[in-house]
């Protein structure tokens, strides 16, 4: 598979599931706790890290991310993106549903 665009860095809240799914696409996708040995470091301490490493970060922690993110913008620092995603519960997703082989359209969990 062709090298895609993005590689992203799993904030420690996102699932490895998602990790999966991504390289299953052709991404890379390195996660936090199992492969990059970041856990629990501060949340600057990993978006320094993301930069380093030339990745994206996908997290679920958009309130903290968002004001760091503010901060390098306003003093002239970059980063290759944060992505903030809020999870939902997967069975209330009826096309997620669906394919897990549910018959309710995910309406009954």
């Not at 992203?8 to 799914?21: G, K």
């Not at 990993?46 to 994206?56: E, P």
């Not at 390098?72 to 992505?83: A, D, E, L, S």
């Amino acid at each position: 598979m062709s090298h895609l665009f993005v590689e992203f860095y799993l904030d420690e809240d996102v699932s490895v599931l998602v990790a999966r799914i991504l390289r299953s696409r052709g991404f890379t996708a390195v996660t936090t706790t199992q492969e990059a040995g970041q856990v629990e470091n501060s949340d600057s301490e990993q978006l320094a890290y993301v930069i380093r490493q030339n990745k994206t970060l996908l997290t679920h922690n958009r309130v903290d991310f968002e004001q760091l993110s503010q901060d390098y913008f306003r003093t002239n620092r970059n980063h290759k993106g944060i992505i903030s995603h809020t999870p939902h519960a997967v069975r209330n997703c009826p096309a997620t549903s669906n394919r897990l082989g549910s018959n309710d359209g995910g309406r009954n969990g």
